[in-house]
């Protein structure tokens, strides 16, 4: 199964996707944004863009990383990957359910003040314009498609834990 954790930046995946990780048996984390790096350092450069998501590689690849990880290993994987374009998930969606790997789809979700607070009062990143830049095209997704399509945990009041063991309970059933 894959516990994906989708969101924008500041809305606390990959800080949750750990202590999820940690709640439950057999699980691991795999950030499909190391798929998109390594996309990245291919040399010479793909062609221009301001995503990885946008290179049509990187969806399958994540899908194919996916299913031989979980073929490999069993258990569960934990991802924090951010997926704004509807189209783009629904290729990841479709790709595992193809395999007939289940996935539990959560948006972690917070208000636009406290994202922007996070992000610009980030200690370890430092605030971010590439992260700022993601609040709109969030709020659109969240709009038109993202929080139908998932189980959104409000992260606004939550910390990291609470909400991660609001996921884990879920999963759990």
Request: proline share 6%; aromatic share 8%.
């Amino acid at each position: 199964m894959i516990v994906w954790l989708n969101g924008t930046h500041g809305a606390g995946k990959t800080t949750t996707s750990a202590l999820v990780r940690q709640l439950i048996p057999d699980s691991r984390v795999f950030d499909a944004e190391k798929v998109g790096e390594t996309l990245m350092d291919i040399k010479p450069g793909l062609p221009g863009t301001d995503s990885f998501q946008h290179w049509p590689p990187w969806r399958p690849l994540v899908v194919e990383t996916a299913r031989h990880v979980l073929d490999y290993t069993g258990g569960t994987l934990v991802m924090p990957m951010t997926v704004l374009v509807e189209a783009y998930w629904r290729e990841i969606s479709a790709g595992l359910a193809q395999h007939g790997i289940p996935v539990r789809h959560f948006v972690l979700h917070a208000d636009q003040d406290t994202l922007r607070t996070r992000i610009e009062g980030d200690t370890d990143m430092g605030p971010s314009a590439f992260r700022l830049k993601y609040l709109e095209p969030y709020a659109e997704a969240a709009r038109t498609w993202l929080h139908s399509e998932a189980e959104v945990v409000d992260t606004t009041h939550l910390t990291p834990a609470e909400a991660a063991r609001r996921i884990a309970g879920a999963v759990r059933g």
